[in-house]
């Protein structure tokens, strides 16, 4: 299915009808008396607090999938630290290992120099030469309290750098329980604002729900006044109405002169009787057209009688009509009938005659004429 792209005239046309319906429609919808709600909207009321409450549920939900994530990644970072460990303590034992398997001091080129002289040479010391000296007088001098000070400063620095190392891992734990407190300190001020605020929406919902349950009470003890009110105006008016001239026809109050010679008017709307000259009038006009509708009738009488005389003659003159045809007819078919058995003697001859021919094999001219006199 290929789309049609519209020209930009009808498109434009097309947005504007819309528009304008849609503006239509919120008109009718905004002025329709059935649907314009007086007051407070109960049901609009109800969904925005139910909208509300699952606002919430979802918020809550979010921050808990949040505080799962941020435990899940706390564990996962917790395990790539142990496992960081482990491999740089699997690594400072591999070290040691080479160090003790592959770098020893007595398999160095100055093993003689550092660990003695103790079966360094096979050679006897007197029948070494000049060249072959290593160690001169007075050059190894206090080498063994040198070494023991070295030692000593490196057991003293292998002791500082566990205790720096304790102090910053005691220090990291320290920190992270302050983080740790912290965070669970936020929650528990989260937690606590969040219970404060509930309290304060459910506060506000309260006091908007008996604001709400006043306004209502208002109105209907207002729309009950106005019920009331128009009632006793109703009743003050049926009493003013039945009481008035109009209903009771004054014919007195209802007549006002003119002046000029004029007869008096007479209100309508104070009394709507008629004097005894109308009266008199009325009834002389309706028995006018009593007689004239008797007259009518009279006259639509005879013209129907007439009508029936001549529709009887007519239909008798049409049956006498039809009797004759009927006759005719039978007229006709009577002479039909004696024309057919003519024909069918006739027919009955001239088998009769072949028949006989068949048989004598001889034919009779006196026959012939017979047969010839007789149809003719």
């Not at 919808?29 to 059935?34: A, E, G, P, V």
């Not at 290992?97 to 010391?125: H, M, V």
């Not at 309290?199 to 604001?211: M, Q, S, V, W």
């Not at 094999?361 to 012939?368: E, H, L, V």
Request: aromatic share 4%; proline share 2%.
């Amino acid at each position: 299915m290929h789309k049609v792209d519209l020209p930009v005239d009808q498109s434009i046309e097309k947005a504007v009808e819309r528009r304008r319906s849609a503006a239509t429609a919120r008109k009718d919808r905004i002025l329709n008396t059935r649907l314009r709600v007086m007051g407070l909207d109960l049901d609009a009321l109800n969904q925005q607090v139910q909208e509300k409450k699952h606002q919430q549920n979802i918020e809550r939900q979010r921050h808990k999938a949040f505080e799962k994530l941020t435990e899940y990644h706390n564990d996962i970072l917790l395990l790539q630290d142990f496992d960081e460990r482990e491999k740089r303590a699997a690594l400072q034992t591999d070290l040691a290992n080479y160090w003790a398997t592959q770098q020893r001091e007595e398999d160095s080129s100055d093993a003689d120099l550092k660990c003695g002289l103790k079966g360094a040479f096979r050679i006897p010391e007197g029948e070494l030469g000049p060249a072959s000296m290593q160690i001169f007088q007075g050059e190894d001098i206090g080498e063994e309290q040198k070494r023991r000070e070295q030692m000593k400063q490196t057991e003293r620095d292998l002791r500082t750098q566990k205790e720096d190392n304790v102090r910053r891992h005691m220090g990291n734990k320290h920190r992270e329980m302050l983080v740790s407190r912290e965070l669970v300190h936020q929650d528990l001020r989260g937690v606590q604002q969040a219970a404060l605020e509930e309290e304060c929406k459910k506060a506000a919902r309260i006091a908007l729900d008996n604001y709400n349950r006043a306004l209502a009470a208002e109105r209907a003890e207002r729309l009950k006044e106005e019920h009331r009110r128009e009632e006793r105006e109703n009743l003050a008016e049926m009493r003013h109405t039945v009481a008035s001239d109009m209903m009771t026809e004054s014919a007195e109050t209802a007549k006002r002169e003119v002046g000029g010679g004029k007869p008096p008017r007479v209100l309508t709307d104070r009394w709507k009787g008629m004097s005894p000259e109308q009266l008199s009038a009325i009834h002389e006009e309706r028995e006018k057209q009593c007689l004239e509708r008797q007259r009518q009738q009279d006259a639509e009488r005879i013209q129907g009688a007439a009508w029936d005389l001549k529709l009887l003659k007519l239909s008798r003159e049409a049956e006498e009509k039809e009797t004759k045809a009927a006759e005719l007819r039978r007229q006709r078919r009577i002479q039909m009938d004696h024309y057919n058995m003519q024909q069918a003697r006739e027919q009955q001859a001239y088998q009769e005659y072949l028949n006989k021919k068949l048989y004598t094999n001889r034919p009779t001219k006196d026959y012939f004429n017979q047969f010839n006199t007789s149809s003719r």
